[in-house]
């Protein structure tokens, strides 16, 4: 099957600084990427759809300026986020569409970002 | 996108079907029925999927209700590596964003 790949897989950052986080599709190109997160025990929670090519589309209440979304490439969109704050701490999960008439999507194995 | 409605745990004895129910009863006629699922500090992984018709993989056979408003998972025989949380989520073909629901935690019990 499809498989997607998230690197890193763990990071510790200082508040302030910024993180960037890489999703990529290995086996096969993806137009259409998502970017969740999810808070322990709470179920995922989409922040925003990468298109290869444009702009992110940004789920209410997501700041655009702070979680960066560039999808520069058809096997890699980076989240980066910026100034980092403690209640950024969380896991982050991509996902990438693959095409067909019928939907797959399927998910990167998450990074888990702590913000000291 | 349609909601779906899940028991929010359930446990299942070791070798045994376990069978995961998820009502969706406002699906539409386009809507596809998926099941993922999250094994604990991972990303979810893919299961299942159908429109109206049955249908079984290696992993998995899912069951869906002639009026499609509802449908159950069966993992056949369950094994410890099998407890995670499930998802059901109904979306409509092409590039749709999922919005994941609360799911159910399935523990499997030696």
């Known amino acids: 099957g499809a498989v997607v790949s998230q690197h890193p897989s763990r990071v510790i950052c200082k508040s302030g600084t910024s993180v960037k986080i890489e999703c990529r599709s290995l086996?096969?190109?993806?137009?259409?990427m998502f970017w969740y997160r999810q808070f322990p025990k709470k179920s995922l929670m989409l922040m925003a759809t990468?298109?290869?090519?444009?702009?992110?589309?940004?789920e209410q209440g997501v700041e655009k300026d702070k979680f960066l979304i560039n999808h520069a490439s058809l096997t890699l969109s980076t989240l980066t986020v910026t100034s980092a704050h403690p209640e950024d701490s969380s896991f982050y999960i991509c996902?990438?569409?693959?095409?067909?008439?019928?939907?797959?999507?399927?998910f990167g194995p998450g990074t888990r970002l702590t913000v000291t | 996108d349609a909601k779906t409605t899940q028991p929010p745990s359930m446990d299942c004895a070791e070798g045994r079907a376990a069978n995961l129910p998820c009502n969706h009863s406002?699906?539409?006629?386009?809507?596809?029925v998926y099941w993922y699922r999250q094994i604990h500090s991972q990303g979810p992984q893919y299961i299942i999927h159908?429109?109206?018709n049955n249908e079984t993989n290696e992993m998995a056979s899912l069951i869906i209700t002639e009026d499609r408003k509802s449908s159950t998972l069966i993992l056949p025989h369950a094994t410890l590596r099998d407890t995670a949380v499930y998802y059901c989520?109904?979306?409509?073909?092409?590039?749709?964003?999922?919005?994941f629901g609360t799911g159910t935690k399935l523990q499997v019990i030696p």
């Open positions: 996902s990438a569409a693959v095409g067909g008439s019928s939907y797959e999507q399927y």
């Open positions: 086996d096969f190109q993806a137009t259409t």
């Open positions: 990468s298109n290869e090519g444009s702009k992110a589309t940004y």
């Open positions: 406002t699906i539409s006629g386009n809507e596809y």
């Open positions: 159908g429109l109206k």
């Open positions: 989520i109904v979306i409509s073909g092409g590039y749709q964003k999922v919005t």
